[in-house]
């Protein structure tokens, strides 16, 4: 009875992980910082704005993305403010490399052009 309970104990130390940590060879624990990073650029921690019209956002874009139309960006600053990494990007990369200008001379330099949505889609796994 007791080898049960101790497959039953291991069992769910492995299912839940109470207390165990484990060691890691530099390789695998590469592996693991690669994937924190992956992680991170597809968290919340990245504004993604589409800089599209409307009817444009509406055909499909990038999950989570905001739409602020080009005409827009200059009058919606303050939406950029406190963003930890701003993405931009449009249907080719053009109205998005005007949005990153508008936002550089405002004093927003956390401004990445994402290009095309199809490129930020792709990037970000998003």
């Excluded at 994937?35 to 589409?50: C, G």
């Excluded at 019209?53 to 499909?60: D, L, R, V, Y």
């Excluded at 990445?112 to 949505?117: A, L």
């Amino acid at each position: 009875m007791s080898k049960q309970i101790v497959m039953l104990l291991t069992t769910l130390f492995t299912l839940f992980g109470f207390g165990c940590t484990t060691v890691t060879s530099g390789q695998e624990k590469e592996k693991s910082d690669t994937a924190k990073v992956a992680q991170d650029t597809s968290s919340n921690s990245i504004f993604f704005v589409d800089v599209r019209s409307p009817q444009e956002f509406a055909s499909g874009s990038v999950n989570g993305a905001v739409n602020i139309p080009l005409d827009q960006v200059g009058s919606r600053i303050s939406e950029f403010k406190e963003k930890k990494e701003i993405v931009v990007f449009c249907r080719s990369g053009n109205r998005s490399s005007q949005a990153k200008s508008i936002l550089e001379s405002n004093g927003i330099t956390n401004v990445t052009n994402g290009g095309s949505w199809e490129d930020v889609k792709a990037k970000y796994n998003k």
